[in-house]
């Protein structure tokens, strides 16, 4: 089953919310990150034009967000629920940190609907609510303030939930051909070729700065266009040099 | 150094921002990750009641923001910046993932200060501000649909970090005390004793439905106060059967 596949039997569940703002960032939250499947257990105020707005362009998910009267019917026809709190367990399930949670709960997405469950903002789930499920999500915060708002836990769930469906791949970056060994040797040689030209290379000790320029261009992976543009640079220095010999050129220190 | 006294040298840096709410949540998202720094760039409305509230128990932090009129300034003293955009790399700095860019981050503050750079919500960093940081950042969204609220990106941001700073610790467990062996032994034996005293178990395959049993306990973990629990209510079963046994019970079948 295709990571993304898995996402999809991913329901996200939201029980007893006050805010109806937290409704839309969470549907927002889910959608940037390729879920799709909300549950609304009991919300205060749904629909609402403020979750509407706070949605942004994820109104698609409110749209088609189940809404149940209690947690059990949410649950229904899942495999494995997991339950977000931010007090210590009481009820003995395996606590877990975020980044163990959204594997576990992928692989069991293989056999069936899976859920994520969170609690109404000021209190959190209900003992009987986290009795409910199989385990539960603890995500770290600093002991001096875990007020965590309820949308940015499910912003970082969903996240996490991503990069474990192995679908969190970077932008293609652009291509930039690299120099090639010979290009690079060339630019060198030109360079120390000018450093000698106007007396910025100490001829006493040569390899110091030539050793710490290559240092530089070793590091930074040079370019084939990186490369034409500094050997035009220091044809343009020799060029300008021919022409009008500069006084008073200052040697390098390198220490 | 330890991981909160290099936390506390990432700057946050919101650049451009037009929804003060976003601040006040960025504030908020620092704070519950155990960061503290919040600089913004030019907002379009700071101090703003919006801000306040969003912020919600983090408005010390709105209150020792630096508000800097340029993305230079706010970097002043700074030895390492990243820059979040949610383009395609254009200007060929190495583009890192989230997890990747937060352990480095770090790493480069045990030299000194270091940033983290948030774009304009509807457009993002320029490309001068880009230039202005070593690696750029992209979180990975789900390609139809990549808009992720400014607020929302900082908190996995700083999530990451937290997590990378090695104290995304987990809540100290309850202590329960796990049965011993000879404890988990004499229960099996005793469930054994009762399963045939009640028919339950098949004798001409006793062993089917034990190892079964086992499987489930030995899976669960029994703590000593489970044990105790469950003897009893072997006890109370078997006293009940000596004072009037049930008739018809039916076989246990395992397949």
């Known amino acids: 089953m295709s990571g993304a596949a898995l996402l999809d039997r991913v329901r996200v569940v939201l029980c007893d919310t006050t ?5 839309g960032a969470a549907a927002r939250a889910l959608k940037t990150m390729g879920l799709e499947r909300l549950y609304l257990v009991a919300p205060r105020y749904f629909p609402d034009p403020e979750a ?7 109104r698609d998910l409110l749209e088609s967000a189940q809404v149940c009267t209690s947690l059990a019917q949410a649950l229904d026809g899942t495999v494995f629920a997991a339950a977000l709190t931010a007090r210590s367990r ?3 399930q395996p606590t877990l940190a975020p980044r163990e949670a959204a594997p576990l709960l992928l692989a069991e997405a ?7 469950v969170f609690g109404r903002e000021s209190s959190g789930l209900t003992r009987e609510q986290v009795n409910l499920c199989q ?28 990069m474990a469906a192995g679908i969190g791949t970077l932008p293609a970056p652009e291509v930039h051909e690299p120099a090639s060994f010979e290009e690079v ?28 320029m290559r240092r530089l261009f070793t590091r930074a992976r040079l370019e084939k266009e990186e490369v034409s543009l500094l050997r035009g640079l220091l044809k343009a220095m020799q060029a300008q040099r021919e022409t009008a010999p500069a006084a008073g050129v200052g040697r390098a220190t390198v220490d």
């Open 90 to 92: 009481e009820l003995g």
């Open 52 to 58: 509407d707005a706070r949605a942004s362009n994820a």
């Open 185 to 212: 040797e060339a630019f060198h040689l030109h360079l120390e070729q000018v450093m000698r030209e106007t007396g910025f290379l100490d001829p006493r000790k040569p390899r110091r700065l030539t050793q710490r």
């Open 110 to 116: 293989a056999a069936g609907d899976v859920a994520l």
């Open 19 to 23: 805010h109806p703002g937290n409704i």
């Open 135 to 162: 385990r539960i999500v603890h995500i770290p915060t600093n002991p001096d303030y875990s007020s965590l708002n309820l949308a940015a836990a499910v912003q970082i769930m969903t996240y996490e939930l991503r």
